[in-house]
């Protein structure tokens, strides 16, 4: 429905509690992040255990978007979100008190469960309570508060966890789960109906009917080649690429790690507004960002030395753009899909995101050990520049994917009267 003035602070309250609980989940996410060095030493592993440890959040995470989208179109955002904020806080209360790999894994897995309807449950609320103009920014918005969770991960929690151990920290971000999914349930609903209610419609119906639409896939390869490179170095390899690597302390690798934030909290509302500004040019937002990060990435393993700290912070800033840009996907979403495979769709595009993010990580931490000594736990900058330098097959696979089904989506809107000119035409009329 549209936002009438007659419901402004309903909309509001709705929107307001959904950021606080993706702020909290994105704590839940990021948290392995900074606990990278000491999960090696607490399971005694090597990279792909612990390459492991964080794909088995993601996975569970990426295979449940299109079931979470569904149950959100079927039961509405209270009740799935905070059921999944109450299961990851099971997940870092079980993460907290063991000592045993599989155990971790498996609350690894909770986590990524309960994580999988809070963003898509957002977007999906913010759709159908706000106007179509107003959607872009606020679902950019809402991914910078958002990062704010990220920041909180990189600063207090970092110096939480190395201040009062593990198992506290751990035990702090359940109870902080578990009240905020108790206040969120108070929080979420969905907008009164503003017309007859759709039939009832199948799970199976619903992905056939959403991925057969060009634009939806458009949304997933551009979600899949934006948002790999970020959660690569924010989920994982950040912190101990920095601290081993690049000889940085772990204060120094925190910063760097809050510049990858930073640049996605003030990157989000320009992408937002570039977005509902120019609808048509959207993906070039995606195909720009791409191209910084293959650029970023390519000056900084060029060098068989480690880097100063301003050129760290230049890549970090240049990476951490493909967070924002990555929410163009749930944009192609929106304007392609039908109202009531809303959640469906946005579960279908983040799939590509983090099912990219999965590929990214297990082949970095497959790439360094077997590139390095048998039994080592730290790993040399030329390690890093080989596992880093594989990202290249993802990178490439998602701009195809997304020239492809940019070309299919052009030609099905030309179908129906909806002509976009080339680039240059456009600005070639822009300058007459």
Known sequence: MSLDERAPRAAWIVYGSAVVAYFVAIVNR????VAGVEALDRFGIQATGLAVLSVAQVAAYAVLQVPAGRLMDRYGARAIMSAGLVVMALGQTALAFTHALPLAILARVLIGAGDAPIFIGATRLIALWFPARRVPILVQVTGLIGQGGQLATAIPV???????????????????SVAVGVAAGLGLRNPPADGPADAPEGMW???????????????????????FP?????????????????????AQASLLLTCLTLSAMAGGPVIGWLTGRYPLRRSWLVLGSASLTFVAFATLLAFDTPRPMWQLVLFTLAIGLGGPASAVGFDFARTFTERRRMGTASGFVNVGGF????????????????????GATVYSL?????????????????????????????????????VVPPLRESLRRRRG
């Open 230 to 250: 970020v959660n690569t170095l924010a989920l994982l390899w950040g912190v101990p690429f920095f601290v081993t690597a690049q000889e940085k302390t772990p």
């Open 355 to 374: 099912g990219a993010t999965i590929l990214s990580v297990l082949t970095v931490g497959l790439v360094l050990q077997v590139a390095s000594p048998a």
């Open 158 to 176: 970092a110096a939480l966890l190395h201040s009062v151990g593990w198992s506290t920290t751990f035990s702090v971000i359940a109870a902080v």
């Open 30 to 33: 990021t948290v392995l992040g």
């Open 205 to 227: 119906a619903a992905v056939r009917g959403t991925v057969g639409v060009s634009g939806a896939r458009l949304g997933f390869w551009a979600h899949f080649v934006t948002l």
């Open 382 to 418: 030329d390690e890093y520049r080989l596992a880093f330098g594989v990202l290249v097959i993802p990178w490439a696979v998602g701009v195809a994917g997304v020239l492809s089904s940019r070309r299919r989506t052009r030609a099905a809107m030309a179908g129906e009267g909806v």
